[in-house]
Nanobody, 124 residues
């Protein structure tokens, strides 16, 4: 069983930055590709970012390209989401997810484990 614990959320103003972390309690963290998703109130969960096993491939949803950066530290078993130039529309609960599939990317159904989420609120 893989446990994922997100942290780093909070209340910020538009234009500020936050860095989310997701710590995985699992051996061989490098066998999991990782994704970040978010869900705003009244909306469906949406894909935010993806990073492959060793970080060689990253994918972002269009609305965060150029502002968000996903990275990982396999030695620490942690994946990060650096969020810059935050906008009110980025307000959501952010979830990290782990997948044993080769390239799940934006497909939520291909992720095997999910964290509990961390709230990000961006005020205008």
């Amino acid at each position: 069983q893989v446990q994922l614990v997100e942290s780093g959320g909070g209340l910020v103003q538009a234009g500020d930055s936050l860095r989310l972390s997701c710590a995985a309690s699992v051996r061989a963290f490098n066998k999991y590709s990782m994704g970040w998703f978010r869900q705003a109130p009244g909306k469906e969960r949406e894909f935010v970012a993806y990073i492959s096993w060793y970080g060689g491939t990253t994918v972002y949803t269009d609305s965060v390209k150029g502002r968000f950066t996903v990275s990982r530290d396999n030695a620490e078993g942690t994946v990060y989401l650096q969020m810059n130039s935050l906008k009110p529309e980025d307000t959501a609960v952010y979830y990290c997810a782990a997948s044993l599939s080769a390239s799940p990317r934006a497909t939520a159904q291909m992720y095997d484990y999910w964290g509990q989420g961390t709230q990000v609120t961006v005020s205008s």
